[in-house]
Every structure is written in C-alpha cells, then in structure tokens.
Nanobody
C-alpha cells in the first residue's frame, strides 16, 4: 500500500514562500517513477481543487490557472519525493494541501477521482 506524507506547511505572510514536500513509501510492487503525482488543495467550505500535476518522468506539468507562474511542481525520484514550491503567496491560497499518486502510467490528470493514493494533508495559511 502506497503511503504519502506531506510536510512543509505553515503560516506565512502574503508575498512569502513555502515549499511543500511529499514523501512516498510502501512502494513494494511498483517504483515511485511509475506514478504521476499531483497536489490538490481544499479550503474550508469548498471542494477539493486541482493545483498541479507532474508525470512520471517530469516531462509534463500542469498547473491551475490560479497558481500558474507562482507555483512549481517537481519530483526527486531517488528520494521518492514530490515538491511544490509556492512563491508570491496570497491569502486565497490558504487551504489544506494534499499530495496524491496516480498509478496509470503515462497519464497526467487534473481530476482528483483519478488519483488512488492520498496523503493526510498539510495546512497552509497565508495572512494578509
């Protein structure tokens, strides 16, 4: 069973930066490199929304329009870790951020329904 653990959340002022990390373990049957990875977020009273995804070999990345140019997703395969660098943070970025893994090789999806494995989430709060 794939397990994902996020870290790096916290409280930051508007305009500041944070880097989220997501470490994968339990990769008994398939290597980390076979999964597309994604970040999603959920603010209070709102549905979970797509933030960014990266395919298995980092050749493709997708971003939500709201974070394009400010956030960068990357992965370190030897470390089984995916990152989300968040710059120029805004109060509307406040949410719980979730890491997710999609086991379908070659796909880079923006739909949370196509991600089978999820972390527990890390809180990001941006003050104005």
């Amino acid at each position: 069973q794939v397990q994902l653990v996020e870290s790096g959340g916290g409280l930051v002022q508007a305009g500041g930066s944070l880097r989220l990390s997501c470490a994968a373990s339990g990769l008994t049957f398939r290597p980390f490199s076979s999964y597309a990875m994604g970040w999603f977020r959920q603010a209070p009273g709102k549905e979970r929304e797509f933030v960014a995804t990266i395919d298995w070999n980092s050749s493709k990345r997708n971003y939500a329009d709201s974070v394009k140019g400010r956030f960068t997703i990357s992965r370190d395969t030897p470390k089984n870790t995916v990152y989300l660098q968040m710059n120029s943070l805004k109060p509307e970025d406040t949410a719980v951020y979730y890491c997710a893994a999609d086991p379908t090789h070659g796909r880079i999806s923006m739909s949370p329904r196509e991600f089978d494995y999820w972390g527990q989430g890390t809180q990001v709060t941006v003050s104005s």
